[in-house]
């Protein structure tokens, strides 16, 4: 009698424990998010750019740090908002639980392609991103003994969100290197130097890197002023002059007088518009 109502205790103690694994992942995991999607938007230096190898301001600032223009930080503040909702607002709800682990094991497939960008191609460690990763296998893991006891999760729930996964990552990575020049420039980006057109740009800017890809190597022709202090030749005071708000920037001058500008990611038709060049598609 006494061990079976030792056996009682133990359940609820080893299920709160889970449950507090849970949130606790999922609160640290959205301030990290918190925190990166910050400096992506405001262009900052990140208390983690420790070296070249291990640095999140590399990873934030490369093209793979965002998908049809959203941030990944951003989604994941997302998952882990949900997760906090969930978790919080259903926890007496048992069949979240479930559903809590598939939605983990969904997002966790797209963000081990995000690792693999980061390990082989980028060839740059962010350790915040990293760590909210881990905070994503606790979450599944702490989800997965809480599901057990309602409802058995076998291979036939596990597969279709397999699949969905791989072919979430799938689109992201077609979505991120989408925008790859596919003819030469050159004659554009010379026409726009011509015309006084001036490409203000950031080292930590990823639609710069973005708008970089778009024009193909022409763009390294581009009258352009860097305005980042860690940037190649850095003229910051020149940007502060001209009242560089946002990266990347498009300023027709004429006799060192600004007749227009352009702000943001552009279509090299807009471009070429915006120059008075001729386009060819």
Do not use: W
């Amino acid at each position: 009698m006494e061990n079976a109502d030792v056996s009682t205790q133990k359940k609820p103690f080893g299920q709160n424990a889970l449950l507090a694994a849970v949130i606790l992942a999922a609160v640290i995991g959205f301030a990290i998010m918190s925190y990166l999607t910050y400096i992506h938007y405001a262009e900052k230096q990140s208390f983690c750019d420790i070296s070249e190898e291990v640095s999140c301001d590399v990873v934030t600032t490369s093209i793979y740090s965002e998908i049809f223009g959203v941030p990944i930080s951003l989604l994941g503040l997302g998952y882990f908002a949900s997760v906090l909702f969930l978790v919080l607002a259903k926890r007496k709800q048992q069949n979240i639980f479930p559903a809590l682990f598939l939605l983990t094991l969904f997002v966790l497939i797209p963000s081990l392609y995000f690792s693999m960008m980061e390990y082989f191609v980028i060839k740059a460690i962010c350790v915040l991103c990293e760590s909210s990763k881990i905070m994503m296998l606790i979450i599944a893991a702490a989800s997965f003994f809480m599901a057990r006891g309602v409802t058995k999760i076998g291979l036939n729930s596990i597969m279709p969100v397999l699949i969905a996964g791989l072919v979430a990552a799938g689109v992201t990575y077609f979505a991120q290197t989408a925008t790859v020049a596919q003819v030469d420039y050159s004659d554009l980006v010379q026409c726009m130097n011509e015309k006084g057109v001036v490409y203000y740009k950031s080292v930590k800017c990823n639609s710069c890197k973005r708008q970089e890809m778009l024009l193909g190597e022409a763009y390294k022709k581009l009258n352009s002023v860097e305005c980042h202090p860690e940037g190649l030749n850095p003229q910051p005071e020149l940007c502060l002059s001209k009242q560089i708000e946002k990266t990347p920037t498009f300023i027709l001058e004429q006799g060192g007088q600004e007749i227009t500008r352009l702000e943001g990611l552009q279509k090299i038709k807009n471009l070429a518009e915006f120059a008075g060049c001729p386009f060819e598609k």
